[in-house]
């Protein structure tokens, strides 16, 4: 098995993993979920204080930073298993646009079986998070490209 291949099936493992995992959380009860942000509400502020930063975290703030990251990350998935699957035509940027769209769709379907109202808000901020990851994978993949080239040149 070459590297290339390796490398796009543990990608799929982890975007499948990923996917599972921001479903899960939807399928958590509100009481349960509300349990979760402050849990981690309380150690992100437990950092915040050691750094001396005075910043006052809330819950609310923290359920929506984890949609955020959890999209950043599957779009950081994507974007990569993209890259490493051939070069990228519109057509690939377009599958991953639609990939995530689908999974905040679902993500947020998922949240009326578990008694929490789904909101057409947290649509658009995770699809928000995988879209800016997409773009900052890009762009870090663009900067390495220009300079591999430049340092083949220089030999």
């Not at 990228?88 to 991953?96: A, G, S």
């Not at 947020?108 to 008694?115: G, K, P, V, Y």
Request: aromatic residues 10%.
């Amino acid at each position: 098995m070459n590297k290339n291949k390796l490398v796009r099936i543990v990608l799929l493992i982890l975007i499948i993993l990923t996917v599972l995992f921001i479903w899960s959380n939807s399928l958590r009860g509100r009481d349960d979920s509300s349990l979760q942000s402050g849990r981690v509400r309380e150690f992100c502020q437990r950092i915040l204080d050691t750094l001396g930063i005075s910043l006052t975290l809330t819950n609310h703030l923290v359920r929506k930073l984890a949609h955020f990251l959890e999209f950043f990350l599957l779009g950081i998935e994507l974007t990569v298993y993209g890259i490493h699957r051939r070069a990228l035509t519109r057509r690939d940027v377009t599958d991953i646009l639609l990939s995530l769209s689908g999974v905040a769709f679902l993500d947020e379907t998922l949240q009326i079986f578990s008694a929490r109202g789904p909101a057409i808000a947290d649509v658009w901020l995770d699809i928000s998070g995988g879209v800016t990851a997409m773009l900052f994978t890009f762009a870090f993949y663009y900067l390495v490209s220009v300079c591999r080239r430049r340092g083949k040149t220089r030999r």
